[in-house]
């Protein structure tokens, strides 16, 4: 059964998301095992939280010490918002072997072979948000076009200073 309802996106603080594809059982057990992880290091710590940079460096960490005992077949795209980071925001994209990038944007299996080269065409240092949604709904509606699996309906998380707020492209997943 396919399922349209599974939202991948996982927030990791109120700053921070982190998107995660592959086999359902890896992304929710490595989505989950990180975002705890990351919540009881706040609460060891008197509330200091992982800067973005740090997030991406741990998960990047465990993905590798996965790969010996039991590995994760997850790709993954952190991203995050830091006031003491020049322009606030940072992406980081790994791959299961736990390969880590920093870049401007990003794309994960299937979708990565259609939307990279229009994010590579169209993206721009100086984007507004509006700009940046235009851009992330010519790449759904592209995957649309191309996949033979019908998937009508998309979460997008947006994160800035305000932190992370969802928009969703077609009807709302749990709705169904």
Known sequence: M???NLDKIAELSSHSAMGVSGPNCDLVNFSEYISKNLKLYELSNDGVQLSTHAQANFCRGELAKALRKGPFQVNVILGGYDAKVP????LYVMDY????VKANYGAQGYASNFCLSIMDR???EGMTEEQA??????CIKELQMRFLINQSNFITKVIDKD???TL???SDPADN
């Open 163 to 165: 932190g992370v707020r």
């Open 87 to 90: 322009n606030g925001g940072s």
């Open 168 to 170: 969703s492209y077609g």
């Open 133 to 138: 949604v235009t851009l992330v709904e010519k």
């Open 97 to 100: 072997l736990g390969s880590c």
């Open 122 to 124: 169209d993206w721009d």
């Open 2 to 4: 396919y399922q349209q």
